[in-house]
């Protein structure tokens, strides 16, 4: 598929470019991309997990939040008349508004006010990643996405082991202005959050198929295919998504991932050996990223992680001793992160047309797989060994390896049954 897509009506401007000339300006496009979108994206993701680092009755209220509301509050941006308009609406509006809920949690004045902001505010974020998703999806082909959704994903990482040391630093505000530490904490995380939601005004493009973003001649051909796909209401994207057998499919990789993903020993080391394991991932996560794109493969780069966290669970049920114990949460975090980014990569270019489709499924498994939060960090008691959490742990990482072996063979049997029929099977295995 190439990069650039130019205008029905008029000849592509590159058809007498040599070969040369056009990857070079097809690479020096790319990278203006990447410039323009993936550090704010980045950033926005930073400061979303810098607020999701509290105490555990008020996370698993947002989560519900979140879950409940996921599927419903992004589906709408990708429908028109929102869809040329998604980042301005989905990064200055839902953004400010999650923003102003986090300050807002600075000002309750008993628990019950508390939970009301952060189920509010898991409303507010249940957005930004699936609709990120889709945005990223749209401006990058499939030999691009997995590591840009890498690097989207880091956001994950850098901002669970940021999220200590920040937490410290404004917690020794309390007393200032007659306000407690953790009062400040709320406020200015949600400061920040609403100042970089206007900054994403002037700096994030639309859609690429956005008529006055770009030239015609200079539009990414990408996966949106909005320029020449039959448009579809919000209900049928949904109706598309729940008849595809692909979605449950995806659907079950992963929520089995997501079971692993609060793992729990945050709260049982210091914080100088939890920022290590949260920036090894970052790392591990780009270069699985990297060569999944490379290869063209996902089923290798999803199950092979997994297999990893698997024996890193194991090592760590089997001794309480230091040294075997954190090599064990050195690879938790990377064989986790690595294993989702993919999953979430091969769900946006497997269930991808129409893009309304695309948004309604990225949209409803990242709420399925999100009420695992509601519910896993309650699994970790019995110190050191975590026994229950940790078996569940494997459990659901076993079945997410079993499904996508499953994935993987259902997807082979349609392309399989394409080649039959003279075309190019469509699905990257």
């Given at each position: 598929?190439?990069?650039?897509?130019?205008?029905?009506?008029?000849?592509?401007?590159?058809?007498?470019?040599?070969?040369?000339?056009?990857?070079?300006?097809?690479?020096?496009?790319?990278?203006?991309?990447?410039?323009?979108?993936?550090?704010?994206?980045?950033?926005?993701?930073?400061?979303?997990?810098?607020?999701?680092?509290?105490?555990?009755?008020?996370?698993?209220?947002?989560?519900?939040?979140?879950?409940?509301?996921?599927?419903?509050?992004?589906?709408?941006?990708?429908?028109?008349?929102?869809?040329?308009?998604?980042?301005?609406?989905?990064?200055?509006?839902?953004?400010?508004?999650?923003g102003f809920l986090s300050a807002c949690t600075s000002i309750t004045q008993n628990f019950t006010g508390l939970l009301l902001c952060r189920f509010l505010l898991g409303f507010a974020e249940s957005a930004f990643f699936p609709g990120a998703m889709f945005y990223i999806s749209s401006w990058y082909n499939k030999k691009e996405l997995a590591l840009r959704a890498a690097f989207l994903f880091s956001g994950s990482p850098i901002g669970s082991a940021l999220g200590g040391p920040v937490a410290v630093g404004l917690l020794k505000l309390d007393g200032t202005c007659g306000m407690a530490g953790w009062r400040w904490l709320f406020l200015v995380e949600g400061l920040a959050t609403i100042a970089i939601a206007l900054l994403s005004?002037?700096?994030?493009?639309?859609?690429?198929?956005?008529?006055?973003?770009?030239?015609?001649?200079?539009?990414?051909?990408?996966?949106?295919?909005?320029?020449?796909?039959?448009?579809?209401?919000?209900?049928?994207?949904?109706?598309?998504?729940?008849?595809?057998?692909?979605?449950?499919?995806?659907?079950?990789?992963?929520?089995?991932?997501?079971?692993?993903?609060?793992?729990?020993?945050?709260?049982?080391?210091?914080?100088?050996?939890?920022?290590?394991?949260?920036?090894?991932?970052?790392?591990?996560?780009?270069?699985?990223?990297?060569?999944?794109?490379?290869?063209?493969?996902?089923?290798?780069?999803?199950?092979?992680?997994?297999?990893?966290?698997?024996?890193?669970?194991?090592?760590?049920?089997?001794?309480?001793?230091?040294?075997?114990?954190?090599?064990?949460?050195?690879?938790?975090?990377?064989?986790?992160?690595?294993?989702?980014?993919?999953?979430?990569?091969?769900?946006?270019?497997?269930?991808?047309?129409?893009?309304?489709?695309?948004?309604?499924?990225?949209?409803?498994?990242?709420?399925?797989?999100?009420?695992?939060?509601?519910?896993?960090?309650?699994?970790?008691?019995?110190?050191?060994?975590?026994?229950?959490?940790?078996?569940?742990?494997?459990?659901?990482?076993?079945?997410?390896?079993?499904?996508?072996?499953?994935?993987?063979?259902?997807?082979?049997?349609?392309?399989?049954?394409?080649?039959?029929?003279?075309?190019?099977?469509?699905?990257?295995?």
């Amino acid at each position: 598929m190439p990069l650039l897509q130019t205008s029905e009506s008029s000849p592509s401007p590159f058809d007498s470019w040599p070969q040369a000339r056009l990857s070079t300006f097809e690479r020096t496009l790319v990278k203006q991309i990447d410039i323009r979108l993936m550090p704010l994206l980045c950033l926005f993701y930073i400061l979303n997990y810098l607020d999701r680092k509290q105490y555990d009755t008020c996370v698993s209220i947002l989560f519900v939040g979140y879950s409940t509301f996921a599927a419903l509050t992004s589906r709408p941006l990708q429908c028109r008349p929102f869809s040329h308009l998604l980042p301005r609406i989905l990064h200055l509006r839902l953004h400010g508004v999650w923003g102003f809920l986090s300050a807002c949690t600075s000002i309750t004045q008993n628990f019950t006010g508390l939970l009301l902001c952060r189920f509010l505010l898991g409303f507010a974020e249940s957005a930004f990643f699936p609709g990120a998703m889709f945005y990223i999806s749209s401006w990058y082909n499939k030999k691009e996405l997995a590591l840009r959704a890498a690097f989207l994903f880091s956001g994950s990482p850098i901002g669970s082991a940021l999220g200590g040391p920040v937490a410290v630093g404004l917690l020794k505000l309390d007393g200032t202005c007659g306000m407690a530490g953790w009062r400040w904490l709320f406020l200015v995380e949600g400061l920040a959050t609403i100042a970089i939601a206007l900054l994403s005004i002037f700096i994030l493009p639309d859609l690429p198929s956005s008529p006055h973003l770009l030239r015609d001649s200079h539009r990414r051909s990408t996966r949106d295919g909005s320029g020449n796909a039959k448009r579809i209401n919000l209900l049928e994207a949904f109706w598309m998504v729940i008849v595809d057998e692909k979605t449950w499919m995806f659907g079950a990789i992963l929520t089995c991932i997501s079971v692993v993903q609060t793992l729990g020993y945050s709260r049982s080391i210091t914080l100088l050996l939890t920022a290590p394991p949260y920036l090894l991932s970052c790392v591990v996560m780009m270069l699985n990223g990297f060569h999944s794109d490379k290869t063209q493969e996902r089923f290798k780069h999803v199950s092979i992680p997994l297999v990893v966290l698997v024996l890193a669970h194991i090592l760590a049920l089997s001794t309480t001793a230091v040294v075997p114990r954190y090599l064990a949460m050195l690879a938790l975090p990377s064989s986790y992160s690595s294993s989702i980014i993919v999953s979430l990569t091969w769900i946006s270019e497997t269930l991808n047309q129409p893009p309304e489709k695309r948004a309604a499924a990225i949209a409803f498994l990242n709420a399925v797989a999100h009420t695992a939060n509601v519910w896993t960090p309650y699994l970790y008691t019995s110190p050191p060994r975590y026994l229950l959490a940790f078996s569940v742990n494997i459990a659901a990482a076993l079945l997410a390896i079993i499904s996508s072996a499953f994935t993987r063979q259902h997807l082979k049997i349609l392309n399989d049954e394409e080649e039959n029929e003279g075309r190019r099977g469509q699905y990257i295995l």
